[in-house]
């Protein structure tokens, strides 16, 4: 390893560098020796310096500068022998730390449900993750962060519960469209949420009516899954996405005075699709469940 190096590096200084510059060897030695401590998880701050005097060494080497390559190396090595007392000092004896934060999140999560649970799970995964590849700077840094926000989690714990008690029911929204100029314009848009007690959700958009001067549409769309909360939010797990009908009337203009109106249906294809990639999930916040829409019934 390079730290052992060090006590020989002011002789091996003399017996490398030689007329034509620095040996091409050591430099590729100096490259490993940055790639491994990359590899380790010290930070790129920690190695852009030793980074550019590797450059500037090789470089000098090309233009036959010697005095430019051996001022470069000298430089180089003092900052790998920075890199690898940082590593250390600050990155090999962070594994206890790791693991006690690790413990202290696992405790808390036995006190949590739902989307904490999640969150938890999710950047513990990430923390493992980083320590098997001993990136452990990386992964106390994301511990520590999880420790941080427990109080975070808790609240969040809090106002989902409440939010658990509350939400089972059929939730209904209505937007009307009309038109003072175009008074053939009205269409109706409804979207309907049916959260049912043992957390199935079913989510149904559709729309029917002529939306615009040149545009008539009926169409309608079912969502089926599951739904959590976390904190004040509901979240959707969608797995089956259904399109129960799809028909768009679209109006143009013929005649030899452009005076003939036309109207041609364009309907699509019904489907009912099984999701297995979240491009369906979506979210929605307590308040603009409750503002936006009224609770038609309860479950």
């Known amino acids: 390893m390079f730290k052992k190096r060090a006590a020989f590096l002011p002789v091996l200084f003399f017996v490398i560098v030689v007329a034509c510059g620095v040996n091409e060897g050591r430099l590729d030695e100096a490259q490993a020796t940055l790639s491994e401590l990359e590899s380790k998880g010290v930070p790129l701050e920690q190695l852009s310096r030793a980074?550019?005097?590797?450059?500037?060494?090789?470089?000098?080497?090309?233009r036959n500068q010697p005095g430019e390559a051996k001022q470069a190396?000298?430089?180089?090595?003092?900052?790998?022998e920075k890199a690898q007392r940082f590593y250390d000092e600050k990155v090999s004896t962070l594994g206890p730390t790791i693991q006690k934060n690790r413990t202290k999140a696992t405790e808390v999560r036995e006190e949590l449900t739902g989307m904490q649970v999640r969150k938890i799970d999710s950047i513990l995964a990430v923390v493992d993750s980083f320590k098997t590849i001993d990136w452990?700077?990386?992964?106390?840094?994301?511990?520590?962060?999880?420790v941080e926000r427990i109080p975070e989690l808790k609240e969040d714990e809090e106002k989902g519960a409440q939010l658990r008690k509350d939400i089972p029911g059929r939730w209904e929204f209505s937007q009307r469209t009309i038109s003072p100029v175009h008074r053939e314009v009205?269409?109706?848009?409804?979207?309907?949420?049916?959260?049912?007690?043992?957390?199935?959700?079913?989510?149904?958009?559709?729309?029917?009516?002529?939306?615009a001067q040149t545009l008539k549409e009926d169409w309608e769309y079912r969502s089926y899954g599951n739904y959590d909360v976390g904190g004040d939010?509901?979240?959707?797990?969608?797995?089956?996405?259904?399109?129960?009908?799809?028909?768009?009337?679209?109006?143009?203009?013929?005649?030899?005075?452009?005076?003939?109106?036309?109207?041609?249906?364009?309907?699509?294809?019904?489907?009912?699709?099984?999701?297995?990639?979240?491009?369906?999930?979506?979210?929605?916040?307590r308040d603009v469940l409750e503002e936006d829409f009224k609770r038609a019934r309860r479950f």
């Open 51 to 62: 980074r550019v005097y590797l450059h500037q060494a090789r470089e000098s080497n090309r």
């Open 233 to 285: 939010t509901v979240f959707l797990f969608i797995d089956r996405f259904a399109a129960v009908r799809q028909n768009f009337d679209k109006m143009s203009i013929s005649g030899d005075n452009f005076q003939d109106t036309v109207w041609k249906r364009d309907s699509h294809e019904t489907y009912d699709s099984t999701i297995t990639d979240g491009s369906q999930d979506l979210f929605i916040v």
């Open 73 to 80: 190396y000298s430089s180089l090595l003092e900052h790998l």
């Open 186 to 211: 009205d269409a109706t848009e409804e979207k309907i949420f049916n959260f049912f007690r043992d957390g199935r959700v079913e989510y149904i958009q559709k729309k029917k009516g002529q939306s």
């Open 136 to 146: 452990l700077l990386q992964a106390n840094n994301i511990a520590q962060e999880l």
